[in-house]
C-alpha cells in the first residue's frame, strides 16, 4: 500500500484519481489549498469507496505525509504551487505530474497547448522542484468525467520520466485503475508529446462527439509481459 | 479507385503504403527524382501484388497525373520538393503529407522532433503549395517495416486537415489498408502532436524492445458508425 498525496485533489481530475486509488486499498491524502475543503471530500471519497484512509489536509500538510505526491492543478497554478511547496518535498520524494497547458486555461482553446518554454509542463515541474524528487509525468490524457465515475478506463497511461524509480510507481499507479494501462514512454522530455495528446483527444471527442476519448498502444510484447515489466 | 502518386515512391514508407494501395485495387503512380527508378520500383511492386496499374514516373510527371498526391520523402527534402513541384500541382488536388521532421533527419535522436516554425511539417507543407491544393496529414505513425509486409496493421491513422475533401480521401485510404483504421483528428495544426507522436512511438519501440508499436484511439462510437461517417 502507498500513501498517496493528491495536490490539488478537490479538483474534478484529482479527486478521480483519489477515489480510484482509494477504491484500490491505497491511503490517499487529498491536499488543497483549503484544508477544510481537502477534508470535506477526503470524507466524501471514503464514503462512496468504503475506504476510511482517505484523509484531507493542506497542501504542505499532504505532501510531507506521503510517499507519492500528485500534481493536479490547472497548469495556471503549477508553478506557483511548486514554489510554495517546495520545502515540503523531501529528497527521494516521488512526484507525478499530470499537468497539461491546455490553452483554454489562459481563454484560448482545449484543442490547443500554449508553448512551455522548458518543452512541457512536466519538465518545467522538474526544474521548479529540488534535485533530489523524483519527477514522472503521468494520467494527462484520462478524463476527468471518466476517473470519476466507476467505469473501466479504456486508456493506456503513458508515463515519461528520467528516473526509473519514479516511472515504475506511476505505472503501478496506472495498473490500480481498472482498465488502464501503464506504458514505459521514456524520458521525461517525452511528456511533451503526452500532453499535446490531451489536447488532440479532446479535438477527436468534438469531431465524434464523446466525451472519453482515449488511446491505446499497439504492438507491444503481450500483456503479462508487460506486467512483469513493471 | 483513385489515381494516387507518390511523391517519395521508392522510399521505405513511400513504397509500402504503394504496395499496399496497390493490393487493394488502386491506379498507384511511383514518383522520385529519378523516372528510371520509378519504373523499377513501379516494376517491382506491380509483380508483388500483382496489380498492373502500378507506374512510375518523375515526381512532376506523376503529380500532373493522379488525384490524389502522398507526400514521403524525408524532412529534409519536403519543402525543396514541394517548391519544386509547385507548378505540378493543379487547383483542387488533394496534398496528403506524411512528413514528421525527426531530429533524425539533422543528426539527432529519432525520439525527438524539430521545431518547424509553421507548427508541423503538414503546416510548412500548406504554406509551400499554391491556395487551391487541399492538404491533409496522414500516415505518419506507421512504420515503414510494418508498411512493407503484408501483416494486418495495429494502428489508426489520424487524419488532419481543414478540407473536407482531402480528410476524407486521406481517411478512405487509411481504410484500405487492412487493419488501419482513419480517425477525423480535426484541423491541419493537430497534425503537430500527429507527427509528434512518430517520435514517442520509437520510443516505446525502444523500451519495449518491438519494432511497430502504434496507437488506437478508444472510446469512439463504434466501428460501424465510424465507417458510414466516412
Redesign the interface.
Known sequence: MHTIAIVGGTGPAGSGLASRWARAGQRVIIGSRDAVRAQQKAAEIAAQTGNQNVSGAANAEAVSAAEIIVLTVPFTAQAQTLKDLKLAFRPGIILIDATVALASTVGGRA??VLGVWQGSAAQQAAELVSKGVLVAAAFQNIGAELLQSAADV??DV?VCSDHDEARQAAIELANLIPGARG?????L??A???E??T???I??N???K????????????TMSSLGS?T
Do not use: F, W
Request: aromatic residues 2%.
Open positions: 484543442t490547443r479504456d486508456c503513458i506504458i514505459d514512454g521514456g524520458r522530455e517525452n511533451r508529446t503526452v499535446q495528446l489536447a488532440l483527444l479535438a477527436i468534438t469531431r465524434y464523446v466525451h472519453s476519448a482515449g488511446l491505446r498502444i499497439t504492438g507491444l510484447p515489466k
